[in-house]
Nanobody
Framework: QVQLVESGGGLVQPGGSLRLSCAAS????????MNWYRQAPGKERELVAR????????NYTDSVKGRFTISRDNFKNTVYLQMNSLKPEDTAVYYC???????????????WGQGTQVTVSS
């Protein structure tokens, strides 16, 4: 059974930090790119950060560049999102997503976690 389980969300003051974790199981983690998405009430789901299967390349949406860092540990089957200098506009439900590597036999795979709430407020 495929599972992506997020943790680490919560309430934090502006300027604070949180680290989200996503524990993966039931699939070949090392052959999947990993993404963090977020969705705020009334807004479209937004891709926040992406990391390739080996961890060799990362990408970020402009609004989080310099503040967020995505990383992964393929021995622990876990992907992380370190969030620093948090702003109220970062408030959203954050989702972990796994995509099969292009050109692999798993290229159609698209798995999602349940989401974790991040609230940035005074």
């Amino acid at each position: 059974q495929v599972q992506l389980v997020e943790s680490g969300g919560g309430l934090v003051q502006p300027g604070g930090s949180l680290r989200l974790s996503c524990a993966a199981s039931g699939f070949t983690f090392s052959m999947h790119d990993m993404n963090w998405y977020r969705q705020a009430p009334g807004k479209e789901r937004e891709l926040v950060a992406r990391i390739t299967n080996t961890g060799g390349s990362t990408n970020y949406t402009d609004s989080v560049k310099g503040r967020f860092t995505i990383s992964r540990d393929n021995f622990k089957n876990t992907v992380y999102l370190q969030m620093n200098s948090l702003k109220p506009e970062d408030t959203a439900v954050y989702y972990c997503n796994a995509r099969g590597r292009d050109g692999s036999v798993w290229y159609r795979n698209d798995y999602w976690g349940q989401g974790t709430q991040v609230t940035v407020s005074s």
